[in-house]
């Protein structure tokens, strides 16, 4: 066995670097295993989830689930993209959604885009007339 401080010494004198152990990290605290739930909206969960769309363009997905039925609550959903193609905007009528607004419109269109998706209105309502192939 030699001495790490000799070791260290010789590899610095020579111009040589030393490998250095890693540590492991440890757990931050105590791990607490959630109870089953046992009756529907007991418990819900939420990610963000990535997809696709068939032009092959990625979208972001914000994904709730009740935890006891697997179930995703009726949600209607108003799209936020940076393409304004009337081709996103059909494959996005096709997917359910309720709303399509352009990143560059103005915050204004946003608000209003929030409240008529939340009171079951498509947006813009030129989007309810679109006509799907």
């Not at 590899?11 to 959630?34: C, D, F």
């Not at 009756?39 to 068939?54: A, G, K, L, P």
Request: proline share 3%; charged share 30%; aromatic share 10%.
């Amino acid at each position: 066995m030699i001495n790490h401080k000799r070791t260290e010494r010789i590899y610095r004198e020579g111009g040589l670097a030393l490998r250095r152990k890693r540590h492991r990290k440890s757990a931050a605290g105590v791990r607490v295993i959630m109870s089953s739930p046992q009756r529907t909206n007991e418990r819900w969960s939420m990610d963000f989830v990535t997809d696709s769309i068939v032009t092959g363009r990625r979208f972001r997905d914000l994904t709730i689930v009740d935890d006891y039925s697997r179930e995703c609550p009726e949600t209607k959903v108003l799209v936020l993209t940076q393409y304004d193609e009337e081709e996103n905007m059909i494959v996005a009528k096709q997917s359910g959604a309720f709303g399509f607004i352009p990143k560059k419109a103005a915050s204004s269109d946003l608000i209003s885009g929030i409240r008529y998706v939340s009171q079951g209105k498509y947006y813009p309502t030129s989007f309810a007339d679109l006509v799907i192939k």
